[in-house]
């Protein structure tokens, strides 16, 4: 990282992963030391936080559907004010800060305000589960393709321009990022446009954290047990023809 000049200062976009410090990239590690401020979303926090130095400043700034969160343009508005004024600042992002994670709306913050910034990329959630769960993303002959998607839009909803025929794909993993709201309503559009709703399905919620739940089931299993249970944890969904049978 570039030693910060008196004005403006640096920012890194670290990515956490998916909550186990074991997961931090080495580049991670050195700017989480070496930095004066630290912007952290709630899944980013915990033990990753240990590797901050012991004079850095530390600002939650986390954002969790259903509960009080910081505004997107206030946490632009802290990354600009710290930098300004010179310091080394890292935000601390779930997973890899590349998806879904508002990273474009920051980085447009910092671009309009001339302030030098990094992105360090990490371990996404959706790799974490795969691996916790003991299974690959692809297979070969039936799983060439691996798609990432969401769930829900800026209003929470099941979004309306979904692509049907990419993700119904039999021949696809499909990943959901916060879709367990929605996840009953998509399964019923998947059935319709063709995917068996026997096709296996995962369920990884609070992935890398102490309580870790992993739930292999299929697509109509998952919508069911997402209408009888409420959304308590962070989780995310895979579907597709997974390895389960090794």
Known sequence: MPE??????F???VSAGPGDPELLTLKAVDRLARADVVL???????PV????????????????????????????????????????VVRLKSGDAGFFGR?????VALAQAGIGFEIVPGVTSASAAAAAAGIPLTRRLTARRVQFITGADV?????????????????VTTVVFMGQRSFPELARGLRAHGLPGDTPALFAESVGHPHQRLIRTTVDGMAAMMEASAVSQPGLIIYGPLAFDI
């Open 103 to 107: 990273l474009e709306e920051e980085l």
């Open 4 to 9: 910060p000049a008196p004005f403006p200062g």
């Open 11 to 13: 920012v890194s976009l």
């Open 49 to 88: 936080l240990d590797h901050a130095g012991p004079k850095a400043e530390l600002i939650a700034v986390g954002k969790r559907a259903g509960r009080p969160s910081a505004r997107q343009d206030h946490v632009n508005a802290l990354l600009v004010e710290h930098a300004l004024a010179g310091r080394r």
């Open 40 to 46: 952290f979303d709630d899944l980013a926090s915990g």
């Open 155 to 171: 209003t929470g909803q099941l979004p309306g321009d979904i692509n049907w025929a990419a993700i119904a794909d039999p021949a």
